[in-house]
């Protein structure tokens, strides 16, 4: 059986799917754990890898691609995952509908696509409104992370957090498994830019 092809990047602006939001008490085995974000969560590496290491947190990955989605849905069931889920979706505009005021205890943003092009800048995922949208469902002390190797793409991120006066910056958080890109990065000896942020109070 041919597997589909999964594009390369899926314009965020252009995206006309719908969220099906989930029924969390059906989606999860606890649906009182904590819960963490993954956006953009790709072949689902790290959401995989979290979900295993960390039965007492409930892992929620997010993914603009279809079929990529799909392959991380089978993942997750061929693991026995209870704790893992995965949605189709466009992170910026599907927020409001997935998640509640201070519902989350973490945020991965990591390699989010950099748009190198200026005229498609437009399409990067961390806009002001989307901090604003993670800092209304971050409970108090949680904590949104971001990496990438793209450094123009890291500065803008910092300072976009560094006028959101919800958030203040904490170190790199310790113990988090490898993501794909990174791993692939660290395999070239590229630079990796992390950064972490907590919700203040
Ligand atoms: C470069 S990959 C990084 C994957 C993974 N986080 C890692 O570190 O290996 C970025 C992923 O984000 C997804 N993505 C891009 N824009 C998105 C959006 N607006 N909402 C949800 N997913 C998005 C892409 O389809 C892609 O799978």
Known sequence: MSRPRIRQHVNPLTFRGEVEVPVWEEVFARPDLPREVDVGCAHGDFLLRRASERPDLNLVGLEIRKPMAERVRRKIERAGLGNAAVVVCNANTAWRSLFGPS????????????????????????????????????????????????????????DLLARAVAFEEVPDPEGLPATHREEWHAGRGDA??????????
């Open 103 to 158: 519902s989350l205890q973490a945020v991965y943003v990591h390699f989010p696509d950099p748009w190198f092009k200026k005229k498609h800048r437009k399409r990067r995922i961390m806009t002001p409104a989307f901090v604003e949208d993670i800092a209304r469902t971050l409970a108090p002390g949680g904590v949104l992370r971001f990496m990438t190797d793209h450094g123009e793409y890291a500065e803008e991120v910092v």
């Open 192 to 201: 990796i830019h992390r950064a972490a942020w907590r919700r203040r109070p």
